[in-house]
């Protein structure tokens, strides 16, 4: 079981850095449209969205790394965490579904939970 734990720690920081990249990739395409834009008003309204869509997916990977790294070093409170987001990753289709469910399938095998209770930190 503890494959599945690293296995996991490190699809949740590939998924969140997919996630990092996509939110820069984004900012940085829709500010670069938005320049080549004569309209004032339509390079204002790409700023604001690059900058609103690009703050979101940020704040929704970070706690993917922060989870994934935590499951990594066998921290208790990561397995915690680890269960909220893969419970949220369910709606992100289809790969955040895929690790969602083997996330909850995995963090809920006894084996698992033991080797955690076992770390208390």
């Given at each position: 079981?503890?494959?599945?734990?690293?296995?996991?720690?490190?699809?949740?920081?590939?998924?969140?850095?997919?996630?990092?990249?996509?939110?820069?990739?984004?900012?940085?395409?829709?500010?670069?449209?938005?320049?080549?834009?004569?309209?004032?008003?339509?390079?204002?309204?790409?700023?604001?969205i690059a900058n609103i869509v690009?703050?979101?997916?940020?704040?929704?990977?970070?706690?993917?790394?922060?989870?994934?790294?935590?499951?990594?070093?066998?921290?208790?409170?990561?397995?915690?965490?680890?269960?909220?987001?893969?419970?949220?990753?369910?709606?992100?289709?289809?790969?955040?579904?895929?690790?969602?469910?083997?996330?909850?399938?995995?963090?809920?095998?006894?084996?698992?939970?033991?080797?955690?209770?076992?770390?208390?930190?």
């Amino acid at each position: 079981m503890e494959k599945h734990i690293n296995i996991i720690g490190i699809l949740h920081i590939i998924l969140s850095i997919l996630g990092l990249t996509g939110a820069f990739l984004l900012y940085f395409t829709l500010r670069i449209i938005g320049s080549f834009s004569d309209d004032y008003e339509a390079n204002m309204i790409l700023t604001i969205i690059a900058n609103i869509v690009s703050v979101i997916l940020i704040v929704l990977s970070i706690p993917g790394l922060i989870g994934g790294i935590g499951l990594i070093k066998r921290k208790s409170w990561a397995r915690i965490l680890i269960l909220i987001l893969s419970i949220l990753n369910l709606f992100n289709f289809p790969f955040g579904t895929a690790l969602g469910i083997y996330s909850l399938w995995a963090m809920v095998q006894p084996e698992i939970i033991a080797c955690f209770e076992n770390n208390k930190s």
